[in-house]
């Protein structure tokens, strides 16, 4: 790109930066130090307000860059992550946001150890939500490393570790300093610019095509290489039985990961009412339905426009098959337009990746802070001891986060996200549901949901053709795979069900019939909710 892209591009990241720190400031002054103010931002917020905060959360880097790349590449097949984040909202709205609200205070073990023994419990539920949010995170530092790779002609290795750096950097800066508050506006002001910037480059497209979709899936066929194939299932996962299952296992995570996202979750916190959460929840569906359905006109956009080759040529996964549409919808390399149009994508795709790293930073040191640190030293772990803690924990998972974004910085976005909600969907879910809904469920059940989904998938992950033995591999080098699916969750999801029925029917513990029954009517009601 030319210089007119990088000079554009920095102004704008560095004023999305000084806004968001300014509200960092303006949220630590507002701070009164107390553990909910820090959690859950003084549980202040109004159902619009959290539901576009939760919709800042959600459409991360994978949505806006990692989505959009797979639908370019692989047409229909690109799609199914579009449907699965969007029908996993339905999950959250039936089964979880109002309950969840009305169990917890900050975090998933919240809800857990409202009927079980607490240590056991926290630890298990703490070390899944940190496993599963470090996941995210790599996700987003791909992203930033991606933007900043296309930004500087592909040239720039070092600019993209020092980028990924800094963005681990900011996020520690806004989770240590402004806590929840100034996470929620961060988000709210993020999810305003990223749903203009969608809109305005759907519209672009559309222009483009006189308003003629068939005419642009028909471009985009045509430009694909691959016909009316393009259009079809099958592309991508279409090749033989192992990647059909895999397209099975990859929905079947989609679905049901969101439910079990530790920084999602955290967000009911924020709201005074489980009526308010369930509002956000409809807020955020409608915010997010439209946004993915802005995402596939893009994909097929960039297909018809600049065309798959392109997209590969200029990142192998696809991340950079947005950015790239905006410089063609704005007159090209060498126009003004283009120039300006690259420059507010890439700087809103930038906002979009800080502000998702600061909710997950949050949860994850929320995690570590009040159920592991918390559950070891009960005792002497005071309240202004765990807010301390937390922050100290948002460094080190930054910086875990920023070696595995280094290392993983060839993937595709959205593929990465697949694997935290696989992950999630294995660990956190089975625990959730058991927990709310199952009257005999144990301790030791409750323990073997969470360690007989998290360490099966996590284990298949690294067994996976994702870590060896193909050139699209971490390590592709090496060959040492045993498990052919890409994506655990179809293996991993339902052994995380069934160690929590083996566990708590070989469990010698009597289930308290008075805790359950008190955390039925609480979280159906709300009666005693924090």
């Not at 895999?246 to 679905?255: C, I, R, W």
């Not at 919808?329 to 790293?357: E, K, Y």
């Not at 948002?394 to 990465?416: H, Q, T």
Request: glycine content about 12%; hydrophobic content about 55%.
């Amino acid at each position: 790109m030319n210089a007119d892209h990088e000079r554009l591009a920095l102004v704008l990241f560095g004023t999305f930066v000084a806004v968001t720190l300014a509200i960092t400031a303006w949220a630590g002054r507002k701070r009164r130090g107390s553990t909910e103010e820090f959690y859950a931002g003084g549980r202040l917020f109004t159902p619009m307000e959290n539901g576009f905060a939760i919709s800042g959360d959600y459409m991360s880097a994978a949505s806006f860059l990692g989505i959009s790349g797979l639908i370019a590449l692989h047409g229909y097949d690109g799609m199914l992550y579009s449907v699965g984040f969007l029908v996993a909202w339905l999950v959250v709205l039936m089964l979880v946001a109002e309950l969840v609200r009305n169990c917890g205070r900050f975090t998933l073990a919240d809800v857990v150890a409202a009927r079980m023994r607490e240590r056991p419990v926290r630890l298990a539920t703490g070390t899944s939500s940190v496993t599963v949010s470090i996941l995210y995170l790599v996700a987003q530092m791909v992203g930033a490393g991606s933007l900043v790779a296309l930004l500087l002609g592909g040239t720039g290795e070092a600019a993209r570790t020092w980028t990924v750096i800094g963005v681990g950097a900011l996020m520690v800066v806004y989770v240590s300093l402004g806590g929840m508050r100034a996470t929620t506006w961060i988000q709210i002001v993020k999810a305003v610019l990223l749903l203009g910037g969608t809109l305005t480059l759907t519209a672009l497209v559309l222009v483009r095509f006189h308003g003629d979709l068939d005419r642009l899936l028909r471009a985009a066929a045509e430009r694909s290489g691959h016909g009316e194939e393009f259009l079809a299932p099958g592309l991508a996962y279409g090749g033989d039985w192992t990647s059909r299952i895999d397209f099975v296992s990859l929905g079947l995570a989609l679905v049901l990961g969101t439910a079990g996202l530790p920084h999602i979750l955290s967000r009911f916190y924020t709201v005074p009412t489980a009526r308010a959460a369930r509002r956000s929840v409809v807020w955020s569906i409608g915010l997010i339905g439209t946004f993915y359905l802005m995402t596939i006109v893009l994909g097929f956009g960039a297909a018809a426009l600049v065309g798959p080759d392109a997209v590969r040529a200029s990142h192998a996964a696809g991340n950079t098959a947005v950015p790239l549409l905006a410089l063609d919808l704005g007159g090209g390399a060498d126009s003004t337009g283009g120039t300006v149009l690259f420059a507010v994508v890439a700087a809103v795709a930038f906002a979009t990746i800080l502000a998702v790293v600061a909710g997950v930073t949050l949860a994850s040191s929320a995690s570590v802070a009040h159920d592991l640190y918390a559950s070891l030293r009960r005792r002497s772990a005071g309240r202004c001891g765990e807010v301390t803690v937390a922050r100290i924990a948002a460094v080190g998972i930054g910086a875990v986060a920023i070696g595995l974004g280094l290392l993983a910085r060839d993937l595709n976005v959205a593929f990465l996200v697949g694997l935290a909600f696989a992950v999630a969907a294995s660990a956190n879910l089975p625990v959730l549901l058991y927990s709310l809904f199952w009257r005999r469920f144990t301790t030791r059940g409750a323990v073997w949901a969470v360690y007989g989904g998290l360490v099966p998938a996590v284990v298949l992950v690294l067994l996976s053709p994702v870590v060896s033995g193909s050139p699209q591999s971490l390590f592709p080098g090496v060959d040492f795979h045993l498990f052919p699916l890409r994506n655990p969750g179809l293996v991993s999801i339902p052994l995380g069900f069934a160690a929590g029925w083996i566990g708590t029917v070989t469990s010698a513990e009597t289930p308290d019939e008075a805790r359950h029954a008190e955390v039925e009517v609480r979280s159906l009601t709300g009666a005693g909710a924090v």
